[in-house]
């Protein structure tokens, strides 16, 4: 089973992941255990900031890296059709970024996530234990 990260959390505004369970060059790797969209993840920066551009450049920089190189793992663990990216911080004013892969055949792929039809239920525990395994296996520094 994958152990939690010790840190993911910010200690300036409290922002959490919910199943922290790789890190990144500058972020941290949360998994979100959602039947509709498995392999769902958030990429949590590890530096308190509110927006992209209270970032200097190279931290920036970084936080995209790790961005992309999450949802590269993600596609290729779950097979996706295309990866949505989500950066809002309306309730958790903290940069981050949700990692949603879709596939082909999904009901209204053209709707984001938060209005899918179908309500959110949790992953059975083996096979989202098997998809975070599956997503380290793709992140350049678990190989």
């Given at each position: ?18 199943e922290p369970f790789a890190k990144l060059a500058v972020s ?32 920036r920089h970084a936080f995209a890296d790790d961005v992309s ?31 949603v892969p879709r596939q082909l055949g999904e009901p209204k ?35």
């Amino acid at each position: 089973m994958t152990k939690p990260l010790s840190v993911a959390a910010c200690a300036t505004c409290g922002f959490k992941l919910s199943e922290p369970f790789a890190k990144l060059a500058v972020s941290d790797l949360g998994f979100v255990s959602d039947d509709r969209f498995p392999g769902r993840c958030i990429v949590m920066l590890r530096h308190h900031a509110t927006e992209l551009f209270d970032l200097d450049s190279a931290l920036r920089h970084a936080f995209a890296d790790d961005v992309s190189t999450a949802a590269r793992a993600i596609y290729l663990a779950v097979n996706a059709f295309k990866i949505n990216y989500e950066i809002l911080g309306n309730a958790d004013p903290h940069v981050h970024c949700h990692l949603v892969p879709r596939q082909l055949g999904e009901p209204k792929p053209k709707v984001p996530a938060w209005l899918h039809p179908k309500e959110q239920n949790e992953l059975a525990a083996a096979e989202a234990e098997e998809i975070k395994q599956r997503i380290k296996t793709h992140l350049p520094h678990w190989r």
